[in-house]
């Protein structure tokens, strides 16, 4: 639904959907950032949006979305310790992008995983993936 009020500027939304989630342990830890420098993580980014969900819950929807060009990161994050736990640098647990891009040493860059808000709600499709 894009929203548009007098003086303001248009808006949109997001719907995310997780495919091939290990299981419904956990959480989801959502990253959604339309700053190249701050992406997967967020952790500079003011204007970034992260969300925490029940794993569970393999939908969410980000409403209110300036138009423009977005990058989302998702950690399968399965013992809620609030990171992403690693085995000498391998992720333990699940992680997926938006546009599901191919990975090969250490996370996508966001050019891999941008994708467009424009007027129409945008829908993205994450395919978690699990390593170990």
Same mark, same amino acid.
């Given at each position: 639904? %894009?929203?548009?009020?007098?003086?303001?500027?248009?808006?949109?939304?997001?719907?995310?959907?997780?495919?091939?989630?290990?299981?419904?342990?956990?959480?989801?830890?959502?990253?959604?950032?339309?700053? *190249?420098?701050?992406?997967?993580?967020?952790?500079?980014?003011?204007?970034?949006?992260?969300?925490?969900? +029940?794993?569970?819950?393999?939908? %969410?929807?980000?409403?209110?979305? *300036?138009?423009?060009?977005? #990058? %989302?990161?998702?950690?399968?994050?399965?013992?809620?310790?609030?990171?992403?736990?690693?085995?000498?640098?391998?992720?333990?647990?699940?992680?997926?992008?938006?546009?599901? *891009?191919?990975?090969?040493?250490? *996370?996508?860059?966001?050019?891999? #995983?941008?994708?467009?808000?424009?007027?129409? +709600?945008? %829908?993205?499709?994450?395919?978690?993936?699990?390593?170990?």
């Amino acid at each position: 639904m %894009v929203g548009l009020l007098p003086g303001a500027a248009p808006t949109s939304s997001l719907d995310i959907m997780i495919d091939n989630l290990r299981s419904a342990k956990g959480v989801l830890r959502f990253c959604l950032t339309a700053d *190249p420098q701050n992406f997967p993580g967020c952790v500079d980014d003011a204007r970034a949006v992260t969300r925490n969900v +029940p794993a569970s819950q393999r939908a %969410v929807q980000f409403e209110g979305l *300036p138009l423009g060009t977005y #990058a %989302v990161a998702v950690i399968h994050d399965e013992n809620a310790n609030a990171r992403l736990d690693t085995v000498l640098g391998i992720p333990r647990e699940g992680f997926g992008f938006s546009r599901n *891009p191919r990975i090969s040493f250490g *996370p996508p860059r966001f050019s891999a #995983a941008q994708f467009s808000i424009a007027w129409l +709600p945008a %829908v993205q499709s994450v395919k978690m993936r699990y390593l170990l």
